[in-house]
C-alpha cells in the first residue's frame, strides 16, 4: 500500500520557497527518550502529488520528502520471486516499484546480525528480518542513485531504525581492514569440500561488489553437476547452490 505525504506550506513556500526551517519531529516508543530536531531541506522536486495523489502521469507516486539528507519511501516491502517461488537472489527487493538496495547478495548471505527490523523482539539475520517484513507497509529512508529514473535507491534506514551510515562512512559490508584474507588455493580447496567428496574447483574468481570482499567459486562434483560457492576473504564458506 503506498501513503501519499500532504505537507501544509505557508504561502510564501508555496510561492517557490524549499527550505523551511527546523521542524522537530520523530516518533518514539519512549516518551521519555530526547531527540534532536530534524531539518526538512525541502519536498522532492518533480514528485508532488496532485489533489487527488497522482502525478502528472497519472500514478500515485511513492511518497517522498527528504529529511536529513534522505528522501522517505513508504509502501510495501516485496521481494522478487522466480518462476517456483523461491526468491532465489537474496538482493532482489522493492518498495512501491522503486528497487531498493540492501547491500550485495554475498554479503546478505553471510547472516549479518544488526537491528530488530522485523520489531518481533529478536535481532535475527538480515534476510530473516526482512522476510518478516516482507508484505507490510515500511518506512526506508534511502538515497536514489544518480540518474533521472528514480526507480532504485540505497537503503540508510529501515522504519526509523539505522541500517547504514549516513555521513558517508562504510557500509556495513564493507572491508574495513583486520580480517585475515585466505589464498586462492585455500578458496579452491574450501570450495570442493563444501561440495562434497570427488568434487573439484573449476574456477575461482575475487568479488568486490561495493565493497564487499570475497570470493566466487565454480565446482563440479563427482557426476559433473555445476555449483556455485560464496566464500568470504577468508575463505569461509557462505552459500552454496547448484546451477541449472
Known amino acids: 500500500m503506498q501513503r501519499t505525504t500532504v ?3 505557508s504561502s510564501a513556500a508555496a510561492a517557490g520557497l524549499l527550505a523551511v526551517g527546523t521542524i522537530g519531529y520523530l516518533v518514539v516508543d519512549d516518551p521519555e527518550q530526547q531527540v534532536d530536531s530534524i531539518r526538512l531541506t525541502g519536498v522532492t522536486s518533480g514528485s508532488a502529488p496532485s489533489a487527488n495523489g497522482a502525478d502528472a502521469s497519472g500514478q500515485n507516486p511513492p511518497s517522498t520528502q527528504s529529511v536529513d539528507g534522505l528522501e522517505q519511501l513508504v509502501g510495501e516491502l516485496r521481494a522478487d520471486r522466480d518462476d517456483d517461488g523461491d526468491g532465489d537472489d537474496a538482493d532482489d527487493w522493492t518498495v ?3 528497487e531498493v538496495d540492501f547491500g550485495p547478495e554475498e554479503w546478505l548471505l553471510t547472516d549479518p546480525e544488526l537491528e530488530d527490523f522485523d520489531g518481533n523482539g529478536t535481532v535475527e539475520p538480515l534476510l530473516d528480518e ?3 517484513l516482507e508484505g507490510t507497509e515500511v518506512t526506508l529512508g534511502v538515497r536514489y542513485e544518480a540518474d533521472d529514473d528514480r526507480d532504485d535507491a540505497d537503503v540508510y534506514t529501515i522504519n526509523g531504525l539505522a541500517f547504514r551510515d549516513t555521513d558517508d562512512g562504510p557500509a556495513p559490508w564493507q572491508n574495513t581492514g583486520g580480517r585475515t584474507e585466505a589464498d586462492r588455493d585455500t578458496v579452491s580447496a574450501n570450495a570442493a569440500e563444501a561440495v562434497g567428496e570427488g568434487a573439484r574447483t573449476v574456477e575461482v574468481e575475487r568479488q568486490d561488489e ?4 570475497g570470493w566466487d567459486a565454480e565446482v563440479l562434483d563427482a557426476g559433473g553437476q555445476e555449483y556455485e560457492v560464496i566464500l568470504d576473504a577468508a575463505g569461509e564458506v557462505v552459500d552454496v547452490r547448484a546451477e541449472d
Open 210 to 213: 561495493d565493497g564487499w570482499d
Open 96 to 98: 512501491s516499484g522503486v
Open 7 to 9: 505537507i501544509l506550506l
Open 130 to 132: 526482512l522476510r518478516g
